[in-house]
C-alpha cells in the first residue's frame, strides 16, 4: 500500500471513527482502525473505519493511491501522532512483511506496526433495507439534541436506554423517557416514507453520530435491515451503522397530560440562569429539589416565578422572576438536573410551563413550535 493524503483530512477522519474505537475489550483488534485504499474514476480514497461491535464508523478521505493494500493500526497511537503533524501531504506505505506502516510528512517519520486487516470484525452493510428515510443533517442533530438526554442509563432495562423513531409519511417523531421524564420531538423528513415504520435506537449511539454529521441540510440516509437487528446511517463522507434494540418501547401518549390548570410563559434564558443558581444549593439538598411556585398577575402587576432551594447545612436561595400567568396559583418541586436538561435543549426565546398539581406532572414546551413536548414527573415534599 502506498497512499498519500492531506494531513488535516486525515486527522479529521482519525478523530471522527475514533468515536467508535472500543476503549474496554479482549480483543487488541477493536483497538485499532482500520486503513484501505480504493480505487475512483478521480482517483482514489481512503478507507478509515472502526467498530466497538455496537457501532462502527467509517470515513472517506480523498487520496492519491500509488498501490493498493489495507491494516489495522492502533487508534490512539495513528491519531496522536497525525494530529501533531504540519498541515502538509502525509505519506503513508505499508511493509506487507512486518506489517509496519511508515507515516511521513515533511520531517516528521514513524513505522507503526499493525494487525492483519483480515482479522478486523467485517462491518455491516445494508444492501437491501427492509426500511428506509432520509433527513436533514441539521433537523437530526436538533431532534437527538432535544430528546437523547431524557433516555435512561439503567442497562436492565434497554428499551429506556434507546431513542424510540417512528416514520409516518414525511414525519418522524423520537422519544426518550427514564421512568422520570419524557422527551418527544416531531420532525420533518425530506420525503415521504414508502411503509411507516418504528425502531429504537440506542441513545448514546444517536448521540455520536448528532456530533460527527454536519450541521446543515445535507442529507442522512438512514437504512434498516430487513431483520430490524442494525440501522445504517449515510451522511457526508461518513458511514455510521448502529445496532438496534429489540423490544416494545412504552405508549408514551397516555403520560403526556392532556390539560392544565396554570399555563406560564417565561423567558428561557431568564429562567434556565435561575434554575442553575438555585441548583447550587439543591445538589445539597439531598434530592437536588427545586421548589416553583407560580403566582398570577393583579390588575397592572406581572405574574411571578419563585424558585427556591434549601439544604439545611448550607443554606437556602431564592429566586424571584417575571412571567405571564395563566389559571390559578400553583406549587410544585422538580429535580434540579431535569429542568437543566430541558431549558438547555430549548432554542426559543420563551417556554410555556404547564402545571395541574403538585402531585402531577409538569409539561414544558417551546413557545411557538408545537413540535416538541417535555414531560418532568414532580418530587414529593412530604416530611420537608
Not at 420563551?350 to 402531585?359: G, H, K, T, W, Y
Amino acid at each position: 500500500m502506498k497512499v498519500s493524503c492531506l494531513q488535516e483530512q486525515l486527522s479529521k477522519g482519525l478523530s471522527v471513527v475514533g468515536r467508535a474505537v472500543s476503549t474496554k475489550t479482549t480483543l487488541p483488534v477493536l483497538n485499532h482502525i482500520l486503513i484501505a485504499t480504493e480505487t475512483t474514476d478521480d482517483g482514489g480514497r481512503l478507507k478509515l473505519a472502526a467498530t466497538n461491535l455496537e457501532i462502527s464508523i467509517t470515513y472517506w478521505v480523498s487520496a492519491r493511491v500509488d498501490e493498493p493494500g489495507e491494516i489495522t493500526i492502533p487508534a490512539r497511537l495513528l491519531s496522536d501522532f497525525v494530529s501533531s503533524l504540519g498541515n502538509e501531504q502525509v505519506h503513508m506505505s505499508l511493509d506487507e512483511q512486518t506489517l509496519s506502516l511508515n507515516v511521513r510528512s515533511a520531517r516528521y517519520e514513524a513505522n507503526i506496526k499493525g494487525i492483519p486487516a483480515e482479522d478486523f470484525p467485517t462491518l455491516p452493510n445494508v444492501t437491501n433495507p427492509g426500511n428506509s428515510a432520509e433527513i436533514a443533517s441539521n433537523v437530526f442533530r436538533e431532534a437527538v439534541s432535544q430528546v437523547a438526554f431524557a433516555a435512561s442509563t439503567d442497562e436492565t432495562r434497554p428499551v429506556l436506554t434507546g431513542l424510540y423513531a417512528s416514520f409516518n409519511g414525511d414525519k418522524v417523531t423520537m422519544a426518550a423517557a427514564d421512568s422520570f421524564r419524557l422527551a418527544v420531538k416531531e420532525a420533518s423528513l425530506l420525503s415521504s416514507v414508502s411503509n411507516n415504520f418504528s425502531i429504537i435506537l440506542p441513545a448514546r449511539a444517536m448521540l455520536e453520530l448528532s456530533r460527527i454529521v454536519s450541521d446543515d441540510d445535507s442529507p442522512i440516509e438512514i437504512s434498516v435491515t430487513a431483520n430490524r437487528s442494525q440501522a445504517l446511517f449515510k451522511a457526508q463522507g461518513i458511514d455510521f451503522t448502529s445496532s438496534l434494540i429489540e423490544g416494545s418501547f412504552p405508549n408514551f401518549q397516555h403520560i403526556i397530560p392532556k390539560r392544565f390548570d396554570t399555563r406560564t410563559l417565561i423567558s428561557t434564558a431568564d429562567l434556565l440562569k435561575a434554575v442553575k443558581v438555585s441548583s447550587l444549593f439543591a445538589r445539597d439538598s439531598g434530592g437536588n429539589i427545586i421548589r416553583m411556585a407560580v403566582t398570577p398577575g393583579e390588575d397592572i402587576t406581572p405574574g411571578s416565578v419563585m424558585l427556591t432551594a434549601n439544604a439545611a447545612e448550607v443554606g437556602d436561595n431564592r429566586n424571584e422572576l417575571e412571567a405571564t400567568v395563566e389559571g390559578q396559583p400553583a406549587q410544585i418541586a422538580f429535580n434540579a438536573k431535569y429542568l437543566t436538561d430541558v431549558l438547555g435543549a430549548i432554542n426559543t426565546a420563551q417556554v410555556a410551563i404547564e402545571l395541574q398539581s403538585p402531585s402531577n406532572p409538569g409539561v414544558i414546551k417551546p413557545v411557538g413550535k408545537e413540535d416538541y413536548t417535555h414531560v418532568i414527573m414532580p418530587m414529593h415534599l412530604a416530611n420537608r
